[in-house]
């Protein structure tokens, strides 16, 4: 057993428990500790990636305890792609959050992103359905803590809300992992890929069911219509760089269907067509909805989340597919889109601390820093609506590709490219609206001087007097850090694109490994001591 | 009993649900911790219904003279999980109440519409 697998979860655990015991009042510290532990569990991901890359599956069996009664942690080539695309974007948001000064808008912001990475890293390790329930909680209770960091009236209102919704999935999680316990009697997820393989076709009403009830509940953490009207206002009114990092929150939801319904309830079992049966239409629902969003939004953290919304439509239409190619497509996609997600997010942020902390598209005097802001929002934009020539249009054209062979292909084409033009419409009305007005207020502006009429004063709100919960340039510890940051996840895009066939070549492994489950569940069951054979 | 512990997980789910629906806060936490209970009551249940019988296997009794151990642990969890997210959220609620003057859950109009302001 290499010890190296449980690094992800318990570095942060003690980092996080280490802030709040010693470095409570001491900013400067916390930042220092809170990121060279995200430095840290980027390195530790990054070995854990090339460990993974020889295409075995590791088992690390907590207290050496045989696998379906003890808890495993499974290091397999998925995995080790969310834990790197986690750690790295933990890195790079909180670069932002320390550059702009939102952690020291609250209390505790640095303890909570450690815990909510444990949760996020410990839900990609797993290889217990019980231990995922648990470590969804762990990440849901951190977020909470994130979600109303700052507060305010409305963030808090949104959280309730984050909350009330949250705790709901999870109560229907445990109905969930209780009916399969009764029917399978396991919760170890290869014992369980074995249990439902081996049951008469007969006997798999209630097994259905705990598939279903399981699909909800992943369902509502991606934010699949209709599960998905948590997610505009939680993101919306979240502080940006939380808003950023929650961009990997719905994909462990993207993540945890992938890993079930391949291992758990594979193609050939009942299960999964009804699965892909119900996923395809909510996929395309899905992203309708969120690009009329974008496309209606008039306010730019809406429309932020509203194309989180259809991002996960675009990925999911791949993932219901369920083939090797759909799945490695949609992988791409996934990290296409959480970095995209992610730097609009932060985008949307550096308006607001230019604009006190408001986002309504509408006219408002030029901002600072315009420039360089509108051309991160005009690439961002490009990227997220699937343009040449960023990853955004190798990813759709891979989607495009792969439903192909679909009875419904005509449908899923239709809906993917008209929604495209959705969202060019809708991210140029809003970067139009942001960026390029105010230089028609500027030339207003300059006329009634020219001709000594005084200013007009009708389009320009009073200033808002300066909150503690929104963002206010003013605050930031340095503003260049969040340019950095912001240009590392756009980076990281272009990377994608530029590398897009090794990325590729990555994401068909990770796709070949996932549908061969063999070596999988034989890595916990059968090879271990005293195995039954 | 089966019949007993269905009716009671039944009720309680229902009674949670309506409760959930409600649009205040505090209807809606005494919901989730309805829901939690039935939930609660029904993992026990997952491990089949035994009176009288230990959760381990003792001596040389016979190996159906148990019960399954397993839900028993994973209930345990899951009270005090909804326990602590049940303190989150009374907190939060408390929180909204104050910050926003009602306790209404759904948003007000602000987040929707530019209004000049925060409302608070």
Known sequence: ?533 | MEALVAIAIGAMTAAGIYLVLRLRTFPTVIGMTMLSYAINLFLVATGRLAIDKPPILHGHAPLTDYTDPLPQALTLTAIVISFGMTAVVVLLALGAYIEGGDDYIDMPDSDRRETGGDSE
């Open chain 1, 1 to 533: 057993m290499n010890h190296f697998i449980i690094a992800p979860v318990v570095l942060p655990a003690l980092i996080g428990g280490l802030i709040i015991l010693w470095m409570r009042h001491d900013m400067l510290l916390q930042r220092v500790f809170s990121t060279a532990g995200s430095a840290i569990l980027l390195g530790v991901a990054l070995y854990l990636a090339y460990y993974a890359s020889s295409g075995e599956v590791f088992v690390y069996r907590l207290g050496n305890w045989q696998a379906p009664f003890g808890i495993v942690l499974m290091l397999d080539r998925l995995a080790a792609l969310m834990l790197v695309l986690a750690a790295f974007l933990a890195l790079i948001v909180q670069l932002y959050a320390i550059g702009s000064g939102w952690d020291r808008k609250g209390w505790h912001f640095h303890a909570l992103w450690q815990f909510q990475m444990m949760g996020v890293m410990g839900a990609f390790l797993t290889g217990d359905a019980f231990n995922l329930f648990v470590f969804f909680e762990v990440l849901l209770i951190a977020s909470y803590g994130l979600m109303i960091h700052g507060g305010g009236g409305l963030r808090l209102r949104a959280g309730v809300q984050y909350v009330i919704i949250n705790l709901l999935g999870s109560t229907l999680f445990l109905a969930a992992l209780g009916t399969l316990y009764a029917v399978t009697g396991t919760l170890n997820m290869a014992d369980l890929a074995i249990k439902v393989a081996e049951m008469p076709a007969q006997d798999t009403a209630l097994l259905r069911t705990g598939a279903v009830l399981l699909m909800l509940v992943f369902a509502i953490k991606a934010a699949l219509v209709p599960l998905h009207f948590w997610l505009p206002s939680t993101y919306a009114n979240a502080p940006g760089p939380v808003a950023a990092l929650f961009a990997i929150m719905s994909k462990v939801g993207i993540y945890a269907i992938i890993r079930f319904y391949t291992l758990v309830f594979p193609g050939d079992s009942l299960v999964e067509h009804l699965i892909a049966d119900m996923l395809l239409p909510a996929a395309l629902i899905t992203l309708v909805i969120g690009q009329i969003g974008v496309l209606g939004g008039r306010h730019l953290g809406r429309v932020a989340a509203m194309s989180a919304v259809a991002s996960i439509g675009t990925l999911v239409i791949a993932v219901s597919m369920f083939t090797p190619a759909s799945i490695s497509a949609a992988l791409y996609y996934t990290i296409h889109s959480t970095l995209s997600a992610a730097a609009l997010f932060l985008i949307a942020d550096m308006v607001a601390a230019r604009r006190n902390g408001e986002l309504w598209l509408t006219l408002r005097p030029k901002i600072r820093n315009s420039g360089l802001i509108a051309a991160m929002f005009f690439m961002t934009a490009i990227a997220i609506a699937g343009m040449p020539p960023l990853s955004g249009f190798i990813g759709k054209l891979l989607i495009l590709d792969v439903t192909r062979p679909d009875a419904w292909w005509i449908g899923i084409w239709s809906t993917i490219l008209i929604t495209s033009l959705f969202a060019i419409v809708g991210f140029g009305r809003a970067g139009s609206t942001l960026f390029w007005l105010p230089f028609q207020l500027q030339r207003i502006e300059q006329q009634a001087k020219a001709e000594g009429k005084p200013r007009p004063t009708g389009p320009i709100p009073p200033k808002l007097e300066p909150d503690e919960h929104v963002q206010d340039i003013g605050d930031a510890v340095s503003p260049g850090l969040t340019f950095v940051a912001t240009g590392a996840l756009l980076a990281g895009l272009v990377l994608l694109t530029i590398f897009a066939r090794p990325a590729l070549n990555m994401t068909d492994a990770i796709a070949d490994q996932l549908f061969d489950t063999a070596p999988y569940v034989n890595s916990v069951l059968i090879e271990q001591e005293g195995a039954r054979q």
